[in-house]
DNA sequence: TAGAGGTTTCAGAAAGTTCTGAAAGTTCGG
DNA sequence: CCGAACTTTCAGAACTTTCTGAAACCTCTA
């Protein structure tokens, strides 16, 4: 038997180890969300340490508590500084660069949804309108033809990521939307 | 000179060819959406080609239309399947199975957000509450600690994905919800 | 119930992504 | 300006994801 059979189970692992594996798993969380969201893990658990450290970290520390070289950090912390998710910050009479997380996550959010979930709309949204015109233009004129059909479907499509623009810019704008139009698009017309 | 000189551009490309061509441009639109949204890129291809044409069709006609082998067909299209994004549908008389669309878009992205987003949050809320209570534990009792003050910052995260946890919920239950909460949230304490 | 027609599985190929580590570049105090 | 201290860049390594194509497996019909 070791001395483990003591408890707590940790009794006996020193409260610094303790307090960087917790902050660790935090940290790896927040990178499993944040992959989840498209980005890098890294990005994640860089801001997730420093947010939780509160105070600004020079990248060797970030290095070394995340085990990561200092390329990837190098490459993580000037992506997280483009989405405006962590500053860099110097201090007189340090050469080091310090890096500290911003704390305000609705911005961040925010940003995201503006800079890039509203450009991936507006990419999909083009191609669905400009298909859709074309598509009418082939139709016989006149009949209702089965490419009329695929048109009114690509139409729906429109009405849908119109609705889903209307959406992200609502949030990003004021905060507070209502998803029933969101809803009503995204149903099937009874016919 | 060509016989491209002729105007509209594409006055000698055969209809079906256009069509075509613009089926597989909206195909390819749904599919970087979907990519974005964590799926296979196939998968949005294989459900907008699907949709757009409003009948079912079997996997050999996707897989041309797609230029994808039959592997790939087939693995997507259970996956599909499982999301409740394509129907099986069998013929009388006919050895082959065919695929159809679903309609009902918000349907499809209610369970998502239900299946994978919900699960996801409640994940990486568990993580954040173990690890605030493993901190404040090991915080020195009666006095402020630096550990106090990290699992604070902790505690605001739980408070953050309680309330995007939230918001799903009531996104997937009645389709109706206000940001105003999650902006409160997620800006950071005046102190 | 044999076998033709269709589907799934899966090992390896291809493609894509992220990381490392060392070299090149930058910055600043002296 | 020099050179130590630090940062960025980037070619290739390592890993992950997705796809192919052929073999195994169904499943109807005759």
């Known amino acids: 038997m070791t001395a483990a059979h003591t408890s707590p189970p940790d009794a006996n692992v020193p409260p610094k180890d303790q307090e ?3 902050l660790g798993e935090v940290a790896d969380a927040v990178g499993s969300l944040m992959e989840f969201w498209g ?3 890294v990005m994640g658990r860089i801001w997730g340490l420093l947010y939780l450290r509160g105070d600004a970290l020079p990248a060797s520390d970030l290095c070394d508590q995340l085990s990561i070289s200092s390329g990837a950090a190098s ?3 000037s992506e997280l500084e483009h989405w405006g998710v962590v500053r860099r910050i110097r201090r007189p009479g340090d050469r080091r660069e310090y890096f500290e997380a911003e704390t305000d996550i609705w911005k961040m959010i925010s940003r995201v949804l503006r800079e890039r979930e509203l450009a ?7 191609v669905f309108e400009r298909a859709r015109d074309k598509l009418r233009s082939l139709a016989a004129p006149g009949e209702r033809t089965r490419l009329e059909d695929i ?3 690509l139409g729906k499509l429109v009405d849908l990521a119109r609705v889903g623009r209307g959406l992200l810019v609502a949030m990003v704008q004021q905060g507070r939307v209502d998803l029933g139009p969101l809803v009503r698009f995204a149903r099937p017309r009874r016919h």
Chains 1, 2 share one sequence.
């Open 20 to 22: 960087r594996a917790q």
């Open 39 to 41: 980005f890098k893990r």
């Open 75 to 77: 490459m993580a912390l």
């Open 120 to 126: 991936q709309i507006e990419r999909v949204l083009e």
């Open 151 to 153: 048109a009114d479907r």
